[in-house]
């Protein structure tokens, strides 16, 4: 079964198509409505392929980072281009398995006509993903079916990451500098966010709480992979981050995971939101990163229910500490990278004595 973010990319693309269909049947009286599918299908590809930064990713940054009375004309003369380039590639397929009577010539023309209606669907679809962008792509569809119109108890996995140093950042550079900054870093998130199936559901300051419901994001350790991919990529881009900003972001990370209450709340603006212990105690154990010292801290609780840690990380317990609002001391450790030990799933005999060597500060 397809992921719930990839069935959305899938949904998007028949639309598209079946968008092409519509056009062959209006405008060509349904002469090949396999035609108009094809041509549906190539110009929806090709523009969702620019828009999501699978192809020419490099222009797309740039034009994003334009000002606002550069940035309109620059993007639609953008998917103009993907619109001509879509339809030269459906027109080939067309022309090649013999859909039309049209020779090549005029099977990958660009008419006005044709160029209208793509950039009136194109115009629809992008708002639509727009405001899944906005708000969070499991959010938008939770919203959309009214999964959480009356309240859920759910085990979820949370992630917080804080950017460190943004209130000096601010104070040097002046709010609007530090409010791009802080936007850059959470575009960054982004993708790894998305490739480890997590939904990031809402931004406080500068600390952005993402979470998986417990299954998913337990399944090959997605919570913990994505906290490192996340630090790779910055650190791969870092010559990039001093050129732009003079400094390379620094996160911290706490993970915990439990049971909430999940709810859709507000009325003139909608929002999911979390009610229970897992949030507030993910919220203190970020807040103890600082003075133990490390930068990435998880909660016993969640490292236990860990099938495995991805290749290369290991834990180190920290120990058990007092929490503020919390009756009983919490475990907690942090998670290093390792360069000749790879962490291996967890025998049965193993994981009855696995807190007992943390404890003892043994490394697996």
């Given at each position: 079964?397809?992921?719930?973010?990839r069935?959305?990319?899938?949904?998007?693309?028949?639309?598209?198509a079946?968008?092409?269909?519509?056009?062959?049947?209006?405008?060509?009286a349904?002469?090949?409505p396999?035609?108009?599918?094809?041509?549906?299908?190539?110009?929806?590809?090709?523009?969702?392929a620019?828009?999501?930064?699978l192809?020419?990713?490099?222009?797309q940054?740039?034009?994003?980072?334009?000002?606002?009375?550069?940035?309109?004309?620059?993007?639609?003369?953008?998917?103009?281009?993907?619109?001509?380039?879509?339809?030269?590639?459906?027109?080939?397929?067309?022309?090649?398995?013999?859909?039309?009577?049209?020779?090549?010539?005029?099977?990958?023309?660009?008419?006005?006509r044709?160029?209208?209606?793509?950039?009136?669907?194109?115009?629809?679809?992008?708002?639509?993903?727009?405001?899944?962008?906005?708000?969070?792509?499991?959010?938008?569809?939770?919203?959309?079916?009214?999964?959480?119109?009356?309240?859920?108890?759910?085990?979820r996995?949370?992630?917080?990451?804080?950017?460190?140093?943004?209130?000096?950042f601010?104070?040097t550079?002046?709010?609007?500098?530090?409010?791009?900054?802080?936007?850059?870093?959470?575009?960054?998130?982004?993708?790894?966010?998305?490739?480890?199936?997590?939904?990031t559901?809402?931004?406080?300051?500068?600390?952005?709480?993402i979470?998986?419901?417990m299954?998913?994001?337990?399944?090959?350790?997605?919570?913990?992979?994505?906290?490192?991919?996340v630090?790779?990529?910055?650190?791969?881009?870092?010559?990039?981050?001093?050129?732009?900003?003079?400094?390379v972001p620094?996160?911290r990370?706490?993970?915990?995971?439990?049971?909430?209450v999940?709810?859709?709340?507000?009325?003139?603006?909608?929002?999911?939101?979390?009610?229970?212990?897992?949030?507030?105690?993910?919220?203190?154990?970020?807040?103890?990163?600082?003075?133990?010292?490390?930068?990435?801290?998880?909660?016993?609780?969640?490292?236990?229910?860990?099938?495995?840690l991805?290749?290369?990380?290991?834990?180190r317990?920290?120990?058990?500490?007092?929490?503020?609002g919390?009756?009983?001391p919490?475990?907690?450790?942090?998670?290093?990278r390792?360069?000749?030990?790879?962490?291996?799933?967890?025998?049965?005999?193993?994981?009855?004595?696995?807190?007992?060597?943390?404890?003892?500060g043994?490394?697996?």
């Open positions: 079964m397809l992921p719930q973010h069935w959305f990319w899938v949904f998007i693309l028949l639309v598209t079946l968008a092409g269909v519509v056009y062959n049947i209006i405008f060509a349904g002469a090949s396999l035609a108009g599918l094809a041509y549906g299908l190539c110009v929806g590809a090709t523009a969702l620019f828009d999501r930064g192809i020419l990713a490099g222009l940054a740039r034009i994003r980072r334009l000002p606002a009375v550069l940035f309109v004309p620059a993007a639609e003369l953008a998917y103009v281009a993907m619109i001509v380039l879509g339809n030269a590639m459906g027109g080939l397929v067309v022309w090649t398995f013999g859909l039309t009577n049209d020779p090549l010539g005029e099977a990958v023309r660009m008419t006005p044709v160029l209208t209606y793509a950039l009136a669907v194109s115009a629809l679809l992008v708002f639509v993903i727009r405001m899944r962008d906005l708000i969070g792509a499991e959010v938008f569809v939770n919203l959309l079916v009214g999964r959480y119109h009356r309240p859920v108890e759910e085990e996995i949370f992630l917080f990451l804080d950017v460190v140093g943004s209130t000096a601010a104070e550079h002046g709010d609007l500098r530090a409010q791009e900054y802080l936007s850059a870093v959470f575009a960054t998130l982004a993708e790894p966010v998305r490739r480890h199936m997590g939904s559901d809402d931004y406080i300051g500068d600390l952005a709480m979470t998986w419901p299954r998913r994001g337990l399944q090959d350790a997605r919570c913990v992979a994505c906290v490192f991919d630090l790779d990529k910055i650190e791969a881009e870092a010559d990039s981050w001093i050129a732009r900003f003079g400094t620094r996160l990370a706490a993970l915990h995971g439990g049971s909430v999940t709810a859709e709340v507000g009325v003139d603006r909608h929002k999911i939101a979390y009610f229970g212990d897992a949030v507030n105690v993910t919220a203190r154990i970020e807040a103890l990163c600082r003075p133990l010292g490390v930068n990435i801290l998880i909660s016993q609780d969640l490292l236990d229910r860990l099938p495995a991805p290749p290369g990380i290991q834990a317990s920290l120990g058990a500490h007092a929490l503020r919390r009756g009983q919490l475990s907690i450790a942090t998670l290093d390792t360069v000749d030990e790879v962490v291996q799933p967890l025998r049965p005999l193993e994981r009855v004595s696995s807190q007992a060597r943390r404890a003892a043994l490394r697996r």
